[in-house]
T-cell receptor
Framework: DSGVTQTPKHLITATGQRVTLRCSPR?????VYWYQQSLDQGLQFLIQYYNGEERAKGNILERFSAQQFPDLHSELNLSSLELGDSALYFC??????????????FGPGTRLTVL | QKEVEQDPGPLSVPEGAIVSLNCTYSNSAFQYFMWYRQYSRKGPELLMY????GNKEDGRFTAQVDKSSKYISLFIRDSQPSDSATYLCAMSVPGTYKYIFGTGTRLKVLA
């Protein structure tokens, strides 16, 4: 158990809908990262927050948005869902500051199925 | 061309074999090199990380980095059925927390 929790575990929804994925980082970790994992693309970095502020952006679609709240939990919002958004979404957390290696601890993931 | 290339496998080996997993990369600025193990339906977990060229050993695992060739390897000695998983290499972009992951290699160790 990494200490990172994600809810829900599974989500089944229809095209055009909007969903929210939730992540609670390990106790004391200030950074939260979101990743999308699909069979053909592998693990793709979406976005990173550090202590409530956006710090890095990866291949995140405009239909997706995220935020980190004062209690450090984070939410990833996916809207106007398409079939191709079906994937595993992972949250990871780490402590520390940029400039050195900071191990990222991954949560168990949320499996999103868009029908 | 992807920034990080990794053979997807699957790779099947008998128990006790030495396994070699590899990644190549194109960005010479990558700073830290990591290997993650991901069991089915679980999140990735960090196995090893290295910073410089050379070898780093941890039990049955050895990570090797060759920055001049832009090539990293993970060796698993005396492989066990419990090593059956997908192995992902990852590299950090300097000055950021951004990681670039390989697509992963599926390994199956047969008892």
């Amino acid at each position: 158990d990494s200490g990172v929790t994600q809810t829900p575990k599974h989500l089944i929804t229809a095209t055009g809908q909007r969903v929210t994925l939730r992540c609670s980082p390990r106790s004391g970790d200030l950074s939260v990262y979101w990743y999308q994992q699909s069979l053909d693309q592998g693990l793709q970095f979406l976005i990173q927050y550090y202590n409530g502020e956006e710090r890095a952006k990866g291949n995140i679609l405009e239909r997706f948005s995220a935020q980190q709240f004062p209690d450090l939990h984070s939410e990833l919002n996916l809207s106007s869902l398409e079939l191709g958004d079906s994937a595993l979404y992972f949250c990871a957390s780490s402590g520390g500051l940029a400039g050195g290696h900071n191990e990222q601890f991954f949560g168990p993931g949320t499996r999103l199925t868009v029908l | 061309q992807k920034e990080v290339e990794q053979d997807p496998g699957p790779l099947s080996v008998p128990e006790g074999a030495i396994v070699s997993l590899n990644c190549t990369y194109s960005n010479s600025a990558f700073q830290y090199f990591m290997w993650y193990r991901q069991y089915s339906r679980k999140g990735p977990e960090l196995l090893m990380y290295t910073y410089s060229s050379g070898n780093k050993e941890d039990g049955r695992f050895t990570a090797q980095v060759d920055k001049s060739s832009k090539y990293i390897s993970l060796f698993i000695r005396d492989s066990q059925p419990s090593d059956s998983a997908t192995y992902l290499c990852a590299m950090s972009v300097p000055g950021t927390y951004k990681y670039i992951f390989g697509t992963g290699t599926r390994l199956k160790v047969l008892a």
